[in-house]
Protein backbone atom coordinates (compact mmCIF):
# COMPACT_ATOMS: atom_id res chain seq x y z
CA UNK A 1 0.00 0.00 0.00
CA UNK A 2 1.23 4.23 -0.52
CA UNK A 3 1.72 5.88 2.52
CA UNK A 4 1.86 9.43 3.17
CA UNK A 5 5.45 9.81 5.39
CA UNK A 6 3.71 10.30 8.09
CA UNK A 7 2.20 6.26 8.42
CA UNK A 8 6.12 4.99 8.42
CA UNK A 9 5.57 3.91 12.12
CA UNK A 10 8.05 3.54 14.24
CA UNK A 11 8.94 0.41 15.73
CA UNK A 12 6.99 -1.21 19.04
CA UNK A 13 8.97 -1.27 22.33
CA UNK A 14 11.36 -4.10 21.49
CA UNK A 15 14.17 -2.58 23.73
CA UNK A 16 12.37 -4.00 26.80
CA UNK A 17 13.09 -7.37 24.93
CA UNK A 18 16.78 -6.92 24.62
CA UNK A 19 16.32 -4.79 20.33
CA UNK A 20 17.39 -1.74 19.67
CA UNK A 21 14.75 1.10 18.41
CA UNK A 22 15.55 -0.61 15.05
CA UNK A 23 14.73 -3.87 16.21
CA UNK A 24 18.42 -5.29 16.06
CA UNK A 25 18.81 -7.85 18.57
CA UNK A 26 21.24 -7.08 21.57
CA UNK A 27 21.10 -9.77 23.60
CA UNK A 28 24.95 -11.01 22.13
CA UNK A 29 26.34 -7.07 22.60
CA UNK A 30 24.76 -7.49 25.91
CA UNK A 31 26.87 -10.26 26.72
CA UNK A 32 30.08 -9.05 25.19
CA UNK A 33 29.54 -5.64 27.22
CA UNK A 34 29.19 -7.91 30.60
CA UNK A 35 33.12 -9.31 29.79
CA UNK A 36 34.23 -6.37 28.27
CA UNK A 37 36.96 -4.41 31.38
CA UNK A 38 36.68 -0.83 30.33
CA UNK A 39 37.91 1.28 32.35
CA UNK A 40 38.50 5.32 32.01
CA UNK A 41 41.63 8.06 32.15
CA UNK A 42 40.94 11.50 32.08
CA UNK A 43 42.74 13.75 29.92
CA UNK A 44 45.39 16.60 30.72
CA UNK A 45 47.29 18.93 29.35
CA UNK A 46 51.17 18.93 30.43
CA UNK A 47 54.47 19.88 29.25
CA UNK A 48 57.34 18.04 28.81
CA UNK A 49 59.51 19.06 31.50
CA UNK A 50 63.10 18.69 29.57
CA UNK A 51 64.24 21.28 26.78
CA UNK A 52 63.27 24.78 26.04
CA UNK A 53 61.68 23.60 23.15
CA UNK A 54 58.01 23.42 25.47
CA UNK A 55 56.86 20.61 23.85
CA UNK A 56 53.23 19.83 24.56
CA UNK A 57 51.37 16.48 26.25
CA UNK A 58 48.67 15.25 27.13
CA UNK A 59 48.34 12.98 29.98
CA UNK A 60 46.19 9.97 30.74
CA UNK A 61 45.66 10.01 34.40
CA UNK A 62 42.87 8.28 36.87
CA UNK A 63 42.62 7.65 40.41
CA UNK A 64 43.41 4.46 41.92
CA UNK A 65 41.42 3.08 44.99
CA UNK A 66 43.91 4.43 47.04
CA UNK A 67 42.09 7.52 46.09
CA UNK A 68 45.89 8.89 44.90
CA UNK A 69 46.36 9.81 40.76
CA UNK A 70 47.67 7.81 38.97
CA UNK A 71 49.59 8.72 35.69
CA UNK A 72 48.94 6.31 32.56
CA UNK A 73 50.73 7.31 29.60
CA UNK A 74 51.62 10.43 27.97
CA UNK A 75 51.51 11.42 23.91
CA UNK A 76 52.65 14.50 22.40
CA UNK A 77 49.43 16.73 21.77
CA UNK A 78 48.88 16.59 18.03
CA UNK A 79 47.16 20.09 18.78
CA UNK A 80 50.00 22.02 19.38
CA UNK A 81 51.95 24.27 17.01
CA UNK A 82 54.83 24.10 18.70
CA UNK A 83 55.55 19.78 18.33
CA UNK A 84 51.73 18.78 16.46
CA UNK A 85 51.81 15.36 18.02
CA UNK A 86 55.55 15.04 18.12
CA UNK A 87 57.40 13.59 20.99
CA UNK A 88 61.80 13.04 20.67
CA UNK A 89 63.05 9.83 22.42
CA UNK A 90 63.96 11.52 25.95
CA UNK A 91 60.24 13.56 25.95
CA UNK A 92 58.21 10.29 25.03
CA UNK A 93 60.41 8.45 27.92
CA UNK A 94 59.53 11.02 30.45
CA UNK A 95 56.49 9.21 32.01
CA UNK A 96 59.24 7.13 33.54
CA UNK A 97 59.75 10.28 35.72
CA UNK A 98 56.52 9.62 37.43
CA UNK A 99 56.23 5.63 37.25
CA UNK A 100 59.68 4.26 36.81
CA UNK A 101 60.58 1.25 40.03
CA UNK A 102 63.96 2.86 39.71
CA UNK A 103 63.33 6.19 40.42
CA UNK A 104 64.90 7.68 43.71
CA UNK A 105 62.72 8.98 45.91
CA UNK A 106 65.14 10.46 48.22
CA UNK A 107 68.93 11.32 48.59
CA UNK A 108 71.54 8.78 48.37
CA UNK A 109 75.16 8.99 49.41
CA UNK A 110 78.22 7.25 48.80
CA UNK A 111 80.86 8.46 51.22
CA UNK A 112 84.18 8.50 50.02
CA UNK A 113 85.92 5.31 49.59
CA UNK A 114 82.76 3.87 50.56
CA UNK A 115 81.81 0.83 48.11
CA UNK A 116 78.08 1.09 48.25
CA UNK A 117 74.95 3.99 48.80
CA UNK A 118 73.35 5.18 51.81
CA UNK A 119 70.06 6.74 52.33
CA UNK A 120 70.06 10.17 53.86
CA UNK A 121 68.22 12.63 55.07
CA UNK A 122 66.99 16.01 52.45
CA UNK A 123 68.69 18.12 55.79
CA UNK A 124 72.22 16.27 55.73
CA UNK A 125 72.17 16.32 51.73
CA UNK A 126 71.58 19.86 51.66
CA UNK A 127 73.86 20.77 54.48
CA UNK A 128 76.74 18.54 52.70
CA UNK A 129 75.77 19.69 48.99
CA UNK A 130 76.63 23.31 50.74
CA UNK A 131 79.71 22.45 52.51
CA UNK A 132 80.66 20.64 48.87
CA UNK A 133 80.30 24.11 47.23
CA UNK A 134 82.20 26.09 49.59
CA UNK A 135 85.04 24.00 49.68
CA UNK A 136 85.55 23.80 45.76
CA UNK A 137 85.02 27.56 45.51
CA UNK A 138 87.63 28.01 48.63
CA UNK A 139 89.91 25.47 46.35
CA UNK A 140 89.56 26.99 43.24
CA UNK A 141 88.87 30.71 43.74
CA UNK A 142 91.13 32.91 41.57
CA UNK A 143 91.39 36.60 42.61
CA UNK A 144 93.79 37.71 39.91
CA UNK A 145 94.24 36.68 36.39
CA UNK A 146 97.72 36.00 34.60
CA UNK A 147 98.23 39.95 33.65
CA UNK A 148 97.30 40.53 37.06
CA UNK A 149 93.93 41.70 36.28
CA UNK A 150 91.73 41.32 39.53
CA UNK A 151 88.62 38.96 38.04
CA UNK A 152 87.79 37.09 41.34
CA UNK A 153 86.00 34.23 40.05
CA UNK A 154 85.34 30.67 40.37
CA UNK A 155 86.62 28.19 38.19
CA UNK A 156 86.09 24.79 39.35
CA UNK A 157 82.34 24.96 39.69
CA UNK A 158 79.74 24.96 36.32
CA UNK A 159 75.98 25.27 36.89
CA UNK A 160 73.76 23.80 34.58
CA UNK A 161 69.60 25.41 34.77
CA UNK A 162 66.74 23.53 34.04
CA UNK A 163 65.71 24.08 30.79
CA UNK A 164 61.84 24.35 31.90
CA UNK A 165 63.09 27.31 34.06
CA UNK A 166 60.87 30.23 33.86
CA UNK A 167 62.42 33.57 33.69
CA UNK A 168 62.51 34.65 37.53
CA UNK A 169 63.77 31.27 38.05
CA UNK A 170 66.66 31.60 35.30
CA UNK A 171 67.28 35.02 36.88
CA UNK A 172 67.20 33.93 40.67
CA UNK A 173 69.80 30.88 39.53
CA UNK A 174 72.00 33.28 37.65
CA UNK A 175 72.49 35.76 39.95
CA UNK A 176 73.10 33.27 42.54
CA UNK A 177 75.64 31.59 40.46
CA UNK A 178 77.55 35.21 39.82
CA UNK A 179 77.87 35.90 43.38
CA UNK A 180 79.60 32.53 43.80
CA UNK A 181 81.84 33.81 41.06
CA UNK A 182 80.78 31.05 38.43
CA UNK A 183 81.56 31.44 35.25
CA UNK A 184 80.38 28.47 33.42
CA UNK A 185 76.88 28.58 33.56
CA UNK A 186 74.85 26.21 30.89
CA UNK A 187 71.09 25.78 30.28
CA UNK A 188 69.94 22.37 30.07
CA UNK A 189 68.11 23.93 26.67
CA UNK A 190 70.70 23.10 25.09
CA UNK A 191 71.62 19.70 26.11
CA UNK B 1 34.92 4.00 -1.48
CA UNK B 2 32.37 1.15 -1.22
CA UNK B 3 34.86 -1.69 -1.98
CA UNK B 4 36.68 -0.67 0.98
CA UNK B 5 33.94 -0.33 3.22
CA UNK B 6 32.34 -3.78 1.82
CA UNK B 7 35.39 -5.47 2.58
CA UNK B 8 35.66 -4.41 5.96
CA UNK B 9 32.06 -4.83 7.25
CA UNK B 10 32.67 -8.27 5.48
CA UNK B 11 35.63 -8.85 7.79
CA UNK B 12 34.12 -7.40 11.34
CA UNK B 13 30.85 -9.25 10.68
CA UNK B 14 32.94 -12.68 11.01
CA UNK B 15 35.20 -11.11 13.86
CA UNK B 16 32.32 -10.08 16.20
CA UNK B 17 29.20 -12.28 15.96
CA UNK B 18 27.12 -9.84 18.06
CA UNK B 19 27.61 -7.49 15.30
CA UNK B 20 26.47 -9.78 12.30
CA UNK B 21 22.87 -8.36 11.91
CA UNK B 22 23.79 -4.92 11.70
CA UNK B 23 26.55 -5.50 9.62
CA UNK B 24 24.61 -7.93 7.37
CA UNK B 25 21.94 -4.96 6.82
CA UNK B 26 25.25 -2.44 5.88
CA UNK B 27 26.37 -4.78 3.14
CA UNK B 28 23.16 -4.92 1.55
CA UNK B 29 22.95 -0.83 1.62
CA UNK B 30 26.27 -0.75 0.32
CA UNK B 31 25.39 -2.52 -2.64
CA UNK B 32 22.25 -0.09 -3.08
CA UNK B 33 24.57 3.00 -2.44
CA UNK B 34 26.72 1.72 -4.85
CA UNK B 35 24.16 1.02 -7.67
CA UNK B 36 23.27 4.20 -7.07
CA UNK B 37 25.87 6.20 -6.94
CA UNK B 38 27.97 4.60 -9.57
CA UNK B 39 30.01 7.93 -10.22
CA UNK B 40 30.91 8.76 -6.33
CA UNK B 41 28.13 11.57 -6.93
CA UNK B 42 27.93 12.02 -3.10
CA UNK B 43 31.75 13.04 -3.76
CA UNK B 44 31.27 15.44 -6.65
CA UNK B 45 28.13 16.83 -6.15
CA UNK B 46 27.51 16.56 -9.56
CA UNK B 47 24.12 16.23 -11.51
CA UNK B 48 21.28 14.57 -10.61
CA UNK B 49 21.52 11.17 -12.68
CA UNK B 50 19.93 10.08 -14.91
CA UNK B 51 16.70 7.93 -13.33
CA UNK B 52 13.53 8.45 -15.50
CA UNK B 53 11.94 10.32 -12.48
CA UNK B 54 10.59 13.58 -12.63
CA UNK B 55 12.48 16.88 -14.17
CA UNK B 56 15.30 16.34 -12.28
CA UNK B 57 18.46 16.26 -14.69
CA UNK B 58 20.74 18.85 -14.11
CA UNK B 59 19.60 20.28 -11.45
CA UNK B 60 21.65 22.12 -8.79
CA UNK B 61 23.07 19.96 -5.75
CA UNK B 62 20.78 20.18 -2.91
CA UNK B 63 17.47 21.11 -4.70
CA UNK B 64 14.24 19.30 -4.49
CA UNK B 65 15.53 17.32 -8.03
CA UNK B 66 17.81 15.51 -5.88
CA UNK B 67 15.10 14.53 -3.47
CA UNK B 68 12.73 13.55 -6.09
CA UNK B 69 15.76 11.25 -7.61
CA UNK B 70 16.44 9.87 -4.40
CA UNK B 71 12.74 9.09 -3.43
CA UNK B 72 11.64 7.41 -6.87
CA UNK B 73 15.25 5.53 -7.19
CA UNK B 74 17.26 5.18 -3.92
CA UNK B 75 14.22 5.13 -1.40
CA UNK B 76 12.82 2.09 -3.17
CA UNK B 77 15.90 -0.06 -3.04
CA UNK B 78 16.72 0.54 0.60
CA UNK B 79 13.49 -0.48 1.80
CA UNK B 80 13.74 -3.77 -0.66
CA UNK B 81 17.03 -4.00 1.29
CA UNK B 82 15.98 -3.78 4.85
CA UNK B 83 13.30 -5.97 4.06
CA UNK B 84 15.88 -8.70 3.20
CA UNK B 85 18.37 -8.11 5.36
CA UNK B 86 17.09 -6.17 8.41
CA UNK B 87 15.73 -7.34 11.38
CA UNK B 88 12.78 -9.05 11.76
CA UNK B 89 10.85 -5.78 13.60
CA UNK B 90 12.31 -3.47 10.90
CA UNK B 91 12.24 -5.44 7.88
CA UNK B 92 8.07 -6.06 8.73
CA UNK B 93 7.43 -2.61 9.29
CA UNK B 94 9.51 -1.55 6.06
CA UNK B 95 8.32 -4.27 3.86
CA UNK B 96 4.57 -4.21 3.97
CA UNK B 97 4.31 -0.19 2.96
CA UNK B 98 5.26 1.79 -0.56
CA UNK B 99 7.61 4.60 -1.24
CA UNK B 100 4.38 6.87 0.29
CA UNK B 101 5.96 10.31 -0.04
CA UNK B 102 9.38 9.79 -0.11
CA UNK B 103 10.52 12.99 -1.06
CA UNK B 104 8.59 14.51 2.01
CA UNK B 105 10.07 12.52 4.09
CA UNK B 106 13.77 12.96 2.89
CA UNK B 107 12.85 16.92 2.87
CA UNK B 108 11.69 16.79 6.39
CA UNK B 109 15.63 14.89 7.46
CA UNK B 110 17.03 17.62 5.68
CA UNK B 111 14.63 20.43 7.31
CA UNK B 112 15.87 18.93 10.62
CA UNK B 113 12.30 18.10 11.75
CA UNK B 114 11.42 15.03 14.41
CA UNK B 115 11.23 11.44 12.87
CA UNK B 116 10.75 8.21 14.70
CA UNK B 117 13.60 5.77 14.23
CA UNK B 118 12.40 3.79 11.23
CA UNK B 119 11.77 7.42 9.37
CA UNK B 120 14.98 8.29 10.34
CA UNK B 121 17.17 5.30 9.20
CA UNK B 122 15.45 5.24 5.64
CA UNK B 123 16.24 8.98 5.41
CA UNK B 124 19.82 8.45 6.42
CA UNK B 125 20.19 5.46 4.64
CA UNK B 126 18.64 7.05 1.11
CA UNK B 127 20.28 10.34 1.60
CA UNK B 128 23.79 8.62 1.70
CA UNK B 129 24.26 9.16 -2.07
CA UNK B 130 22.60 12.76 -2.35
CA UNK B 131 25.05 15.70 -2.31
CA UNK B 132 23.46 17.95 1.20
CA UNK B 133 23.61 21.54 0.83
CA UNK B 134 26.47 23.51 1.90
CA UNK B 135 26.68 25.75 4.94
CA UNK B 136 29.98 27.15 5.20
CA UNK B 137 29.10 28.73 8.55
CA UNK B 138 28.70 26.39 11.24
CA UNK B 139 29.46 26.09 14.85
CA UNK B 140 32.89 24.35 15.79
CA UNK B 141 32.45 20.37 16.05
CA UNK B 142 29.83 21.20 13.71
CA UNK B 143 30.15 19.52 10.10
CA UNK B 144 32.59 22.66 8.19
CA UNK B 145 30.72 21.59 5.23
CA UNK B 146 26.61 20.91 5.73
CA UNK B 147 26.36 21.69 9.54
CA UNK B 148 26.01 17.92 10.71
CA UNK B 149 27.03 16.72 13.98
CA UNK B 150 29.73 14.71 14.02
CA UNK B 151 28.98 11.02 14.12
CA UNK B 152 32.87 9.47 15.22
CA UNK B 153 35.59 10.83 15.97
CA UNK B 154 39.18 8.60 14.56
CA UNK B 155 43.13 8.99 14.79
CA UNK B 156 45.08 8.70 12.09
CA UNK B 157 47.65 6.32 11.86
CA UNK B 158 51.18 7.51 12.37
CA UNK B 159 54.40 5.51 10.77
CA UNK B 160 56.53 7.11 13.82
CA UNK B 161 55.93 5.64 17.75
CA UNK B 162 56.33 9.07 19.10
CA UNK B 163 53.85 10.84 17.11
CA UNK B 164 50.14 11.55 17.74
CA UNK B 165 48.18 11.03 14.55
CA UNK B 166 45.44 14.34 14.37
CA UNK B 167 42.26 13.56 15.22
CA UNK B 168 39.47 13.49 12.73
CA UNK B 169 35.88 13.71 13.15
CA UNK B 170 33.32 12.38 11.07
CA UNK B 171 29.88 13.55 9.53
CA UNK B 172 26.43 11.89 10.23
CA UNK B 173 24.94 13.82 7.61
CA UNK B 174 27.31 13.68 5.01
CA UNK B 175 30.72 12.23 3.59
CA UNK B 176 32.87 14.71 5.13
CA UNK B 177 35.67 15.03 7.26
CA UNK B 178 37.87 17.13 9.22
CA UNK B 179 40.25 18.01 11.55
CA UNK B 180 39.61 18.50 15.15
CA UNK B 181 41.38 19.23 19.12
CA UNK B 182 41.75 16.19 19.99
CA UNK B 183 41.47 17.20 23.79
CA UNK B 184 38.06 19.35 23.22
CA UNK B 185 34.41 18.33 23.36
CA UNK B 186 32.44 18.40 20.11
CA UNK B 187 29.15 19.13 21.24
CA UNK B 188 30.28 21.61 24.21
CA UNK B 189 33.29 22.94 23.63
CA UNK B 190 34.94 21.91 27.02
CA UNK B 191 38.44 20.92 27.08
CA UNK B 192 39.35 20.45 31.04
CA UNK B 193 37.23 17.63 31.62
CA UNK B 194 37.73 14.44 28.83
CA UNK B 195 37.28 10.89 29.93
CA UNK B 196 38.75 7.85 26.99
CA UNK B 197 37.46 4.90 28.27
CA UNK B 198 39.15 1.62 26.89
CA UNK B 199 39.95 -1.87 27.51
CA UNK B 200 42.27 -2.87 30.17
CA UNK B 201 43.53 -6.27 31.82
CA UNK B 202 41.41 -8.22 32.97
CA UNK B 203 43.89 -9.66 35.11
CA UNK B 204 46.97 -7.26 35.38
CA UNK B 205 50.57 -8.40 35.22
CA UNK B 206 52.57 -8.79 37.70
CA UNK B 207 55.28 -5.76 38.19
CA UNK B 208 58.83 -6.18 36.77
CA UNK B 209 61.85 -4.80 38.57
CA UNK B 210 64.82 -6.11 36.29
CA UNK B 211 62.64 -4.00 33.81
CA UNK B 212 61.87 -1.46 36.18
CA UNK B 213 58.19 -1.13 35.11
CA UNK B 214 55.40 -0.83 37.92
CA UNK B 215 52.73 -3.09 37.42
CA UNK B 216 50.06 -2.04 34.54
CA UNK B 217 46.88 -1.30 35.50
CA UNK B 218 44.39 0.59 34.17
CA UNK B 219 42.73 1.33 30.37
CA UNK B 220 45.37 1.39 27.51
CA UNK B 221 45.44 4.71 26.17
CA UNK B 222 47.40 7.05 24.16
CA UNK B 223 50.38 5.33 22.34
CA UNK B 224 49.86 2.43 24.31
CA UNK B 225 49.31 -0.76 22.12
CA UNK B 226 45.49 -2.17 23.01
CA UNK B 227 45.29 -4.95 25.94
CA UNK B 228 46.53 -7.94 24.51
CA UNK B 229 43.17 -10.23 25.16
CA UNK B 230 41.40 -6.44 23.93
CA UNK B 231 37.99 -7.63 21.86
CA UNK B 232 38.24 -4.01 20.26
CA UNK B 233 41.72 -3.02 19.52
CA UNK B 234 40.90 -0.21 17.88
CA UNK B 235 38.16 1.54 19.24
CA UNK B 236 37.64 3.57 22.66
CA UNK B 237 35.39 5.84 23.30
CA UNK B 238 35.34 9.73 24.40
CA UNK B 239 33.01 11.35 26.82
CA UNK B 240 32.84 14.73 28.23
CA UNK B 241 32.31 15.15 31.61
CA UNK B 242 30.29 18.75 31.31
CA UNK B 243 27.69 17.33 28.69
CA UNK B 244 28.01 14.06 28.92
CA UNK B 245 28.17 13.16 25.62
CA UNK B 246 30.50 10.86 24.01
CA UNK B 247 31.85 9.73 20.89
CA UNK B 248 33.29 6.56 19.49
CA UNK B 249 36.83 6.54 18.46
CA UNK B 250 38.97 4.51 15.83
CA UNK B 251 42.44 4.41 16.18
CA UNK B 252 44.31 3.53 12.38
CA UNK B 253 47.44 3.87 14.62
CA UNK B 254 46.62 0.52 16.19
CA UNK B 255 44.46 -0.99 13.24
CA UNK B 256 45.27 0.94 9.66
CA UNK B 257 43.00 -1.33 8.25
CA UNK B 258 40.29 0.01 9.77
CA UNK B 259 37.48 2.19 8.13
CA UNK B 260 35.77 4.38 10.86
CA UNK B 261 32.46 4.32 9.46
CA UNK B 262 31.68 0.37 9.49
CA UNK B 263 34.23 -0.20 12.71
CA UNK B 264 31.91 2.30 14.63
CA UNK B 265 28.59 0.13 13.88
CA UNK B 266 30.47 -3.05 15.40
CA UNK B 267 30.76 -0.85 18.77
CA UNK B 268 27.52 -1.52 19.95
CA UNK B 269 28.87 -2.99 23.28
CA UNK B 270 30.76 -0.03 23.63
CA UNK B 271 27.90 2.09 22.97
CA UNK B 272 25.94 -0.38 25.80
CA UNK B 273 28.81 0.49 28.13
CA UNK B 274 28.76 4.08 27.54
CA UNK B 275 25.04 3.79 27.93
CA UNK B 276 25.18 2.66 31.58
CA UNK B 277 27.97 4.93 32.53
CA UNK B 278 25.16 7.86 31.57
CA UNK B 279 26.53 9.35 28.71
CA UNK B 280 24.72 9.44 25.20
CA UNK B 281 26.36 9.68 22.03
CA UNK B 282 26.13 12.94 20.34
CA UNK B 283 24.17 11.57 17.45
CA UNK B 284 22.91 8.13 17.12
CA UNK B 285 24.18 6.47 14.03
CA UNK B 286 22.37 4.92 10.99
CA UNK B 287 21.69 1.86 12.65
CA UNK B 288 20.24 4.03 15.47
CA UNK B 289 23.06 3.38 18.04
Known sequence: MEVSRRRFLSIGPVGVLGGSALGFDLTESINVKQRLRIEGATLAHSLCPYCAVGCSIIAYTRKAANGRTELLQIEGDPDSPVNEGTLCPKGATSLQLAVSRRRVPQPLYRAPGAAGWTKVSWEFMLDRLARNIKASRDATFVTQDAEGNVVNRCEGIAFAGGAAFSSEEGYLATKLMRGLGLVHLEQQARV | ?289
Open chain 2, 1 to 289: MYGQERARALELRERYPHAREVLGLYLALVDVWESADPGGVRADGGSVPSSGAGEGRGAAPGGNAWLEWAAAVVLPRVMAATAAHGPRPLAEAVGGVGAGDGAGLLAAWVAGEELTPVERFLARATMRVVPVERRPESAAGRCPACGGPPQLSYRLASEDPLVSGRRMLACAACPHEWSFSATTCPNCGESGKRTVHAEAHANPPAASPEAGSASRTGPYVGRHGPVPEAMFPQLRAESCESCHRYLIDVDLGRDPGAVPRVDELAAVPVDLYMAEQGHTKITANLMGF
